[in-house]
């Protein structure tokens, strides 16, 4: 790969009935767990392997042709800004130190429509903070699917600019619980376990544009 060119994501927050999300590689929105959050920062996502049915193709150069899988990596850095950390705690400077979180994924994505993707794949979640060693957390991602509004139009199929605004939706589980005392803060009841939680955004993805179709 001589080309250095990186896929930079842009992703604005959708409308959604409850909390904002999290995406996992490019400006996000992460569900506030019951506590500390919601969180929101920037990231950035690369394909590091790339198929074309059973055949390996480059995900750079734009010689080969374009790819139906991906393998993914993604590195996002969120933080809760001013939030409250926990909700059943007196709203105090203390209460409203802000909490991060660096969020590193790989999931690989299928097309399994020319405007449609699907995939799995695993990650990581580290939060830190004033008063608190930071926290690992392992996550798995059961299920993300991709759509690409604009290759669903006739004759747009196979034009790279169908393929630069997406919507995403993914859904995220976390291995191992939290609580208020690892936060530094025994006194709140804040306490989850395992749960699952959910990112949907609007992405804006330029590398298409190199792709041959």
């Given at each position: 790969?001589?080309c250095?060119?990186?896929?930079?994501l842009?992703?604005?927050?959708?409308l959604?009935p409850?909390a904002?999300?999290a995406?996992?590689?490019?400006w996000?929105?992460?569900e506030e767990?019951?506590g500390p959050?919601?969180f929101q920062?920037?990231?950035?996502?690369?394909p590091v392997f790339?198929m074309?049915d059973?055949e390996?193709?480059?995900?750079?150069r734009?010689?080969?042709p374009a790819p139906?899988?991906r393998l993914?990596?993604g590195?996002?850095r969120?933080?809760?800004?001013?939030?409250l950390?926990?909700k059943?705690?007196?709203?105090t400077?203390?209460?409203?130190?802000?909490v991060k979180?660096?969020?590193i994924?790989?999931?690989y994505?299928?097309?399994?429509?020319?405007?449609?993707?699907?995939?799995?794949?695993?990650?990581?979640?580290r939060?830190?903070g004033?008063?608190?060693?930071?926290?690992?957390?392992?996550?798995l991602i059961?299920?993300s699917?991709?759509?690409?509004p604009?290759?669903?139009i006739?004759?747009?199929k196979?034009?790279?600019?169908?393929?630069?605004v997406?919507?995403?939706i993914?859904?995220s589980?976390?291995?191992?619980?939290l609580?208020?005392?690892?936060?530094?803060t025994?006194a709140?009841?804040?306490s989850?376990?395992?749960?699952?939680v959910a990112?949907?955004?609007?992405?804006v993805?330029f590398?298409?544009l190199w792709?041959?179709?």
């Open positions: 790969m001589h250095r060119r990186v896929m930079v842009l992703a604005l927050l959708t959604w409850s904002a999300f995406a996992k590689g490019w996000g929105w992460l767990l019951s959050g919601p920062g920037p990231g950035v996502a690369v790339c074309k059973s390996h193709v480059s995900c750079w734009g010689v080969d139906n899988r993914l990596v590195v996002a969120l933080g809760s800004g001013h939030n950390r926990f059943d705690l007196p709203d400077p203390d209460n409203r130190r802000e979180v660096l969020q994924s790989g999931v994505m299928f097309r399994v429509l020319a405007a449609v993707d699907v995939g799995f794949g695993a990650g990581t979640m939060f830190s004033a008063g608190f060693e930071p926290l690992w957390r392992f996550t059961p299920g699917v991709s759509v690409h604009f290759a669903f006739d004759g747009w196979k034009n790279p600019w169908a393929h630069v997406r919507a995403e993914e859904t589980f976390v291995t191992q619980g609580k208020a005392s690892q936060f530094g025994p709140s009841s804040f989850v376990g395992p749960e699952s990112r949907a955004a609007i992405v993805d590398s298409t792709e041959k179709h």
